[in-house]
């Protein structure tokens, strides 16, 4: 296809974005990256092949680009790189297509939608899955909904950056509904997998060896097998941070609000997230809701010792 | 080993027992099947090679016994088959092995333990894992805690039953407190299934289609997986009833309590089936705590139509 040469800018080199820029740039497509933090630019450069960017050459880059992916956090900054002041939309050029990767829910989605299709501009609703590693191997699961011309110049760096495209509609509002329900569960299982494992503790077991065994049984998870082995090592660096489920179980509590639908187990899940927040845990790793429940328990857990009032070694 | 031709006895033969007791056989045990329930028996006969016994033959089968792999639902029932009125326990010969595969507390299996020895019995503590579909192919995990010698002992029946066997321990508990870990963590992501699947039916998402897309995204468990399934294709018949998790929350929400834990998210798992059993829905299966979340938001499910107060088709 024609796309594999179209340019592709990346507004976001985070772990995942830096990863999906990774990923675009072994696909052979010219890949601009952008980011506020001068250090996140300088390590796209290291790694050899990217071009990061500010104003004016960002200007330049968006005039070319084909598609522009946002591996950015929220709505709120998503709103603000596409129409805040020093926004992207007015550089792009008419077709180009706005790849939009942050978890929020649906509404957003519709609305940049139609706002971009005002300026003859087009946008898909990908909500990506999979962690930094998969964004690094370009086998993300990307949860995706757009016009069929969105899907058709985005295809290169979909292709590029993902291992299963789902295609969940012609319009922006069904990739982000899917996203959230997959946040609803994923932010379930971590909670849980902390609140098992502790509650194992207190029983006398040790935590890898609950790990090992729970993995082969019907009380496993995704989660459990990916965030397990983190609370038996006590690894609490963030490679995905305790406000990332305060945001997106948020996002979830919020819908089912408006919806009057109860999700009980997603509340509970936030309230923990919550307290690991207020505990000053916001930016360890999502596990540290472990420490929360050994507190409250008085439990010792892998690198934290019982009654540890400041978070851990 | 010599304990290849040894005899079984195996107490309960519901849809587990049937299977466990089918993979004995296949195994080349002669086994021996006993269950209150004729239609049980005369299935287990039906099904070819064993035989089930009603007393005074069940005496005899239990005094030619290796061992008696006991697969009753809980404390009570197990506590009455070993030593209520018409208990097997006098009725077994020194050194022979009963293998407990009921969930219940560790305290229990302590217990039971304790009092089989100083009838020269042995007892191990071995809770199941994998449905009644890995009972029947001999390939179950079994959360297994003992003395060496009710080890060895059981070593034949185990390896007929088993795809794994955990060995947690040199005496009966870690067994037990493994297995309520598990059920811990097996409960709170059913509910969440439920949950997940009835949310994302608000957001407007189909639920064959999150099944699909969420198994292969970080949001994924084995519940998800086993028992989203059956709330697409509105299958709530008793693989797995409401009423098991009623009981197995409740012992995880009691011995949290003993041990002043926290476990909200098993706690809001457990309220969520007991609304079912309190919305007559104990006898289906685990998956009809749907119905619950879908009556209160007013949504159909496939099967179940909006407000639907009768449970169901």
Redesign the interface.
């Known amino acids: 296809m024609s796309a594999a040469a179209d340019p592709v800018v990346i507004i976001g080199l985070g772990a995942m974005g830096l990863g999906m820029a990774r990923s675009l740039l072994r696909a052979g497509l010219p890949v601009t990256g952008i980011d506020r933090d001068a250090a996140a630019m300088a390590a796209f450069e290291a790694d050899g092949g990217g071009v990061a960017v500010d104003r004016p050459a960002r200007d330049a880059a968006l005039r070319q680009a084909a598609a522009v992916v946002l591996v950015v956090v929220n709505a709120a900054q998503t709103e603000a790189v596409l129409f805040g002041e020093d926004g992207i939309a007015p550089h792009l050029r008419p077709g180009a297509v706005v790849i939009s990767c942050a978890t929020f829910a649906?509404e957003h989605a519709v609305d940049f939608e139609a706002r971009l299709a005002r300026q003859g501009l087009l946008y898909l609703d990908a909500p990506i899955?999979?962690?930094a590693a998969k964004a690094a191997e370009g086998r993300l699961?990307i949860?995706a909904s757009g016009r069929p011309e969105a899907f058709a110049a985005a295809r290169g760096a979909l292709d590029a950056m993902a291992e299963?495209v789902?295609e969940?509609g012609d319009a922006a509002?069904?990739g982000s509904?899917?996203k959230?329900?997959?946040?609803?569960?994923?932010g379930?299982?971590i909670?849980?997998?902390a609140?098992?494992?502790?509650?194992?503790v207190?029983?006398?077991?040790e935590v890898g060896?609950?790990v090992d065994?729970?993995s082969?049984?019907?009380?496993?998870?995704?989660?459990?097998e990916?965030r397990g082995p983190f609370i038996a090592a006590g690894d609490y660096r963030p490679h995905s941070a305790v406000e990332i489920f305060v945001k997106d179980l948020g996002i979830?509590a919020e819908?089912?609000e408006k919806?009057?639908?109860?999700?009980?187990?997603?509340?509970?899940?936030l309230?923990?997230f919550h307290a690991a927040r207020e505990a000053g845990l916001g930016r360890e790793g999502d596990v540290a809701v472990a420490k929360v429940?050994a507190r409250?328990?008085?439990?010792a857990l892998p690198g934290v010792p019982a009654n540890d009032d400041k978070g851990g070694d």
Chains 1, 2 share one sequence.
């Open positions: 649906p899955s999979g962690g699961s949860m299963t789902f969940l509002g069904p509904a899917m959230i329900v997959n946040q609803l569960l994923a379930v299982h909670a849980a997998t609140e098992a494992l502790t509650f194992g207190g029983q006398g077991i060896r609950m065994v729970i082969r049984c019907a009380g496993t998870s995704w989660m459990f990916n979830v819908a089912a919806g009057t639908l109860s999700v009980p187990l997603a509340k509970a899940a309230a923990r429940y409250e328990g008085n439990l």
